[in-house]
């Protein structure tokens, strides 16, 4: 059993940068690979980016890639999502999800399906 609590969204202009959180319980956490989701209103949830359980592997949606940076610390049982460049269709609610299978690299996790624990979001807003 995997609990995600995400911090760290806010309003911010184009342009700028905000970092996400999410901490998670249990001791076990380095045996999930996590992710991130976000989900705008009247749309469905969409894939922002993954990371393996060690972190030295991620995987980003071509909509963020270049601009938000995916790490882990398993010490700390934390996850960020470092988000650059932000722009106004980056607005979301932003979720963090925990996934305990075994699939055939990072990129296979791009789809809700594949994960089992979920945050309850943090609100991202970037106003033009």
């Known amino acids: 059993q995997v609990q995600l609590v995400e911090s760290g969204g806010g309003l911010v202009q184009a342009g700028g940068s905000l970092r996400l959180s999410c901490a998670a319980s249990g001791r076990t956490f380095s045996n999930y690979v996590m992710g991130w989701f976000r989900q705008a209103p009247g749309k469905e949830r969409i894939f922002v980016a993954a990371i393996g359980r060690s972190g030295r592997s991620t995987y980003y949606a071509d909509s963020v890639k270049g601009r938000f940076t995916f790490t882990r610390d398993n010490a700390k049982n934390m996850v960020y999502l470092q988000m650059n460049s932000l722009r106004p269709e980056d607005t979301a609610v932003y979720y963090c999800?925990?996934?305990?299978?075994?699939?055939?690299?990072?990129?296979?996790?791009?789809?809700?399906?594949?994960?089992?624990?979920w945050g309850q979001g943090t609100q991202v807003t970037v106003s033009s």
């Open positions: 999800a925990a996934s305990s299978t075994y699939g055939s690299g990072v990129s296979a996790y791009t789809t809700p399906g594949e994960y089992t624990y």
